[in-house]
């Protein structure tokens, strides 16, 4: 009998986290689909620079990404952060200054080729 109670305590826990799971997930990520070109290694450094204000390089690579997924979509990203009220080092227009010397650092340094046209 334990056993069977054991079960459905279980049972319910395993329910309760299926449902909750993706609410949880979609809640604290935030990302612009625009974004999902951008490893989550990457993104976290970005966001360590721009938020926290690391004094960090990003990589080649990050960049690469980051200029890859466009201005607006840094842009977006950005404005995510500052109206999501999460804690950041200094004030907004410091986040606003480290973004954009972010982007203009990365875009400096590598060069996109546009996409190609829909034929």
Not at 73 to 92: A, D, L, M
Request: aromatic letters at 6%; one cysteine or more; charged letters at 15%.
């Amino acid at each position: 009998m334990a056993m069977l109670k054991n079960l459905s305590a279980l049972t319910i826990l395993l329910a309760v986290t299926i449902v909750l799971l993706p609410r949880a997930t979609f809640a604290t990520v935030g990302i612009p689909d625009c974004a999902k070109g951008v490893t989550g290694d990457c993104g976290f450094g970005f966001f360590k620079i721009i938020v926290l204000g690391d004094t960090s390089t990003p990589t080649g690579e990050c960049c690469r990404q980051l200029v890859k997924a466009g201005k607006n979509c840094h842009n977006q990203f950005v404005e995510s952060i500052v109206s999501s009220r999460k804690p950041i080092r200094g004030t907004i227009s410091d986040v606003y200054r480290r973004s954009n010397e972010t982007w203009n650092n990365c875009s400096a340094t590598i060069s996109v080729s546009p996409p190609e046209p829909a034929h």
